[in-house]
């Protein structure tokens, strides 16, 4: 599924990774004490967004290093057909925490997603009593995922999915049955966001989007000598 010969995808995968972290962490410093995001809350841990193909393998090889005991139980949900919770919980607790991917790094704060603005349901109304709101741009973020996604394919699709020009975007119960190779009979939804009917006047966070500059810099580099390996 993986190919040592482009190994600089990942390392630009976790330059993103790492800013996205830092973006999240001086958002929750602003605003952690107001939301209900703590741990022991897993009302967020829902299979009804798609994640891009860099972030499942990354989730892939989390999972594929747990102990069998914890395998056994997300083996048990992913054939569950009527669980809506991620497969990954386990005893209300995210089982590849460290490796989660983006959306679950960010989720719970007001997130931009070109014109539209979505928060947790939990925490929505004490972001609209704001006067202000500072947001997360998400779709910076997602334009780095897809690009590596599509070379990542491209060199090393995944073989029990069919074959696609384009990095395919699943669910993470979808990614999983691939890998284990089991009938996938999910249907993936769009991505989750709640819509301020009436949104409180924003303004831009100094780090909110993805650093273009260093990032972008990273990522072009990364891409060049991936070519020449």
């Known amino acids: 599924m993986m190919n040592s010969a482009s190994p600089t995808l990942f390392d630009a995968f976790e330059s993103a990774r790492q800013t996205l972290d830092k973006n999240v962490g001086q958002l929750y410093e602003q605003y952690g004490s107001m939301m209900e995001c703590r741990k022991g809350c897993n009302q967020c841990c829902i299979d009804n967004f798609n994640i891009r193909y860099i972030e499942a393998v990354i989730v892939l090889m989390a999972v594929t290093s747990l102990p069998p005991e914890t395998v056994s139980p997300i083996l048990a949900n992913l054939q569950d ?87 395919p975007k699943h669910s993470i119960k979808h990614w999983l049955l691939a890998l284990f190779q089991l009938p996938i009979v999910t249907t993936d939804m769009g991505l989750p966001t709640v819509n301020f009917h009436d949104p409180t006047p924003t303004e831009a966070f100094p780090e909110s989007a993805i650093d273009q500059a260093s990032v972008g810099q990273v990522l072009e580099a990364d891409l060049t000598e991936a070519d020449k390996a």
Not at 83 to 89: D, I
Not at 147 to 161: G, V
């Open 81 to 167: 057909p009527n669980r809506t919770q991620c497969p990954l919980l386990i005893d209300g607790a995210c089982s590849i925490y460290e490796s989660r991917p983006f959306m679950c790094r960010a989720f719970g704060l007001v997130l931009k997603h070109g014109e539209r603005y979505g928060a947790c349901e939990l925490n929505k109304e004490q972001f609209q009593a704001l006067p202000s709101v500072n947001v997360l741009d998400m779709p910076p973020y997602y334009d780095v995922l897809d690009t590596l996604s599509n070379r990542l394919w491209a060199a090393s699709p995944m073989q029990s999915l069919p074959p696609s020009d384009e990095a």
